[in-house]
């Protein structure tokens, strides 16, 4: 992807204010743990197109849950590239990637 300019790299987005709060959001450490090893995603969604596209439901879930009580990350949309049925990833890639409200973390069912 770095031979082809695919990547575009971005300044030190690190988030101090949003990685504290995120550590608020749960008295579970290793939940905490989880959701502190992915913020990355998160900042650099925040610094480019809000859009998170990884493998990764566990994560996702968490941020999702943590999106009720944190704003700056509700409008994020995430896609599991990997759930093809319900997700349908390659049509949304092919018409845009709009970002639709049912694809963001504050829609994501919790269970």
């Known amino acids: 992807m770095d031979a082809r300019k695919r990547v575009v790299r971005i300044k030190n987005s690190e988030d101090n204010q949003l990685r504290n709060t995120i550590t608020t959001t749960s008295s579970n450490n290793n939940e905490i743990e989880v959701m502190q090893k992915d913020i990355h995603l998160l900042e650099a969604a925040l610094e480019t197109d809000k859009t998170v ?25 995430w896609v599991n590239p ?30």
């Open 53 to 77: 596209i990884s493998l990764d439901d566990t994560v996702r879930t968490l941020f999702a849950k943590t999106s009720q009580q944190v704003s700056v990350i509700r409008m994020i949309i």
């Open 82 to 111: 990997n759930r093809t049925t319900e997700e349908q990833p390659i049509a949304w890639l092919k018409s845009g990637a709009p970002p639709e409200v049912h694809r963001q973390l504050s829609a994501y069912q919790v269970v």
